[in-house]
C-alpha cells in the first residue's frame, strides 16, 4: 500500500506566496517521478510541474516563473513553492507520484498514485 499525505494549502490573497508538502509512504521500492496536478471547478485536472528521479523538471507554461517544484528523494516527499499567485490559480492541489512498489510478493512497476488533494485558494 501506497499513500501520498498533502499539506500546506489555504487562503492567500493575490500576489502571495504558499508552499504545498507531499510525502509518500508505504512499500515504495523507487519513486521515478512526482509532481503536481491542478483542478479548478468545472475544469479539467491539469499539470502543475513534474520532476524525476533525476531531478528534470516540467511545468505548465502558465506556471513558469512563479512555481518552483523540488524533491527529496531521501525523504520521498515533493514541495511545490507558489509565488505571485492569481485568482485563476485557485484550485484543488494534486500529489502525484510515478513508483515502483510491492504488493505482498508481486512488484508493481510504474503505476501513479495520488494524494487526497488541498485546496489552495487565491483572492483578489
Known amino acids: 500500500q501506497v499513500q501520498l499525505v498533502e499539506s500546506g494549502g489555504g487562503l492567500v490573497q493575490a500576489g502571495g506566496s504558499l508552499r504545498l508538502s507531499c510525502a509518500a509512504s508505504g512499500s515504495i521500492l523507487s519513486i521515478n517521478a512526482m509532481g503536481w496536478y491542478r483542478q479548478a471547478p468545472g475544469k479539467q485536472r491539469e499539470l502543475v510541474a513534474t520532476i524525476t528521479r533525476g531531478g528534470g523538471t516540467n511545468y505548465a507554461d502558465s506556471m513558469k516563473g512563479r512555481f518552483t517544484i523540488s524533491s527529496d528523494n531521501a525523504k520521498n516527499t515533493v514541495d511545490l513553492q507558489m509565488t505571485s499567485l492569481k485568482p485563476e490559480d485557485t484550485a484543488v492541489y494534486y500529489c502525484?507520484?510515478?513508483?515502483?512498489?510491492?504488493?505482498?510478493?508481486?512488484?508493481?512497476?510504474?503505476?501513479?498514485?495520488w494524494g487526497q488533494g488541498t485546496q489552495v485558494t487565491v483572492s483578489s
Open positions: 502525484n507520484a510515478n513508483l515502483d512498489a510491492k504488493a505482498g510478493m508481486v512488484t508493481i512497476r510504474r503505476r501513479d498514485y
